[in-house]
């Protein structure tokens, strides 16, 4: 009886491994069904339409670093500022859900700083972090999500000894009619489309 208890958990431990691994290797794909790359432009859009536009860099307090957010609702909805991502194992050439990457904008700013996306203070009254541009990038993951694909913020692969962090989902918070992205709160699904 033992080694048939021993058996099946075997089993059991081995499912459950290649489950993790099969998540692990699921791409994530663009609005045309097609993988993300590493290298190439995507604009990141709300997978709610109507609600608002692309993510971009906004002027939370006049001064910098920028954060990232989102374009107001308007009649022309705007796409934002392009993302590339680039996967902390530099050898991936495609982007796979909950693996560590990096997300920075392709666009100029007054700033003259990296607009490479890391985890900023935390908002006093709320308790949650702003990402924010400027500085050595963080690592971000993409999880998919009902209808799009949610940003978390949880090293794995890239600080291994990070111990446990205080990983969070990427929403939305609205401050002066402003759409900033952050981590803590009710995750915000967004998908990608090709520049």
């Known amino acids: 009886m033992r080694s048939f208890a ?3 958990s075997f089993f059991t431990l081995w499912l459950i491994s290649m489950a993790i691994c099969a998540v692990a290797q699921t791409p994530v794909l663009d609005t045309n069904g097609q993988p993300l790359e590493s290298g190439v432009e995507y604009y990141v859009l709300p997978a709610i339409t109507d609600v608002a536009g692309g993510l971009t860099l906004i ?9 990232v ?3 107001p609702i308007a009649q022309v909805v705007s796409q934002g500022f392009p ?9 991936e050439t495609i982007i796979r859900e909950s693996r560590d990457l990096t997300v920075t904008f392709q666009a100029f700013t007054t700033c003259i ?3 490479a996306w890391r985890v900023g203070e935390a908002d006093p009254e709320t308790g949650r972090r702003f990402i924010v ?3 050595e990038a963080d690592y971000f ?6 209808g799009g694909y949610n940003f978390v913020w949880c090293p794995t692969e890239s ?3 990070c111990g446990r962090p205080r990983c969070g989902s990427a929403g939305i918070l609205i401050e002066n009619n402003k759409r900033l992205l952050v981590l803590d709160g009710p995750a915000f699904p967004f998908r990608f489309r090709r520049a």
């Not at 002027?59 to 954060?67: A, G, T």
């Not at 993302?83 to 050898?91: C, Q, R, S, T």
């Open 141 to 146: 993951a993409i999880q998919s999500s009902r």
């Open 59 to 67: 002027d939370r307090n006049d001064s910098c670093p920028l954060y």
């Open 113 to 115: 700083q990296s607009t």
């Open 69 to 71: 957010g989102q374009e």
């Open 133 to 135: 541009t400027a500085g």
């Open 83 to 91: 993302v590339i991502l680039k996967p902390y194992a530099n050898e």
């Open 159 to 161: 600080c291994p000894d």
């Open 6 to 8: 021993s058996s099946v």
